[in-house]
């Protein structure tokens, strides 16, 4: 069994954890989930995004080094790819300015989490290449 620590848990990502964890755990057979409290520094950890939660696995000796490098440097990637399409999209005048603002504003939404989705990835990364 290995322990899982959340970060940026809202209140209703913490009531689903509440309502949920009996079954988490037995399924992805977890020993803990812990919850950071704000502004606790996280564990050293392997890192999954569910929206704004960060769901951590800590490394200390369950992963493999290279291998989580290599996970973070092709979902970095993914991210990377998904600022390009979506900043083209905003940055070509004729999609501007014939797209309804619903859709423009939905655009700038989807570019922000993937900004800011690949800030923490890259953060993270950095953190494990410096081990």
Do not use: H, Y
């Not at 606790?40 to 999954?48: D, K, Q, V």
């Not at 423009?104 to 922000?112: P, Q, S, T, V």
């Amino acid at each position: 069994p290995i322990d899982v620590v959340l970060a940026n848990a809202s209140a209703e990502d913490q009531r689903r954890l509440a309502d949920n964890e009996p079954l988490l755990k037995k399924l992805a057979k977890l020993e803990s989930v812990r919850v950071l409290a704000q502004g606790e520094e996280p564990p050293l950890s392997a890192t999954a995004l569910v929206g704004d939660m960060q769901v951590l696995v800590p490394m200390a000796g369950l992963i493999d080094k290279d291998a989580e490098l290599a996970r973070l440097d092709k979902e970095i990637g993914r991210l990377d790819g998904e600022v390009k399409r979506v900043g083209g999209k905003l940055g070509n005048a004729g999609f501007v300015d014939k797209a309804p603002a619903e859709v423009i504003d939905k655009e700038r939404a989807k570019l922000a989490e993937a900004e800011q989705a690949k800030a923490r990835l890259v953060e993270q990364r950095e953190r494990i290449a410096s081990l």
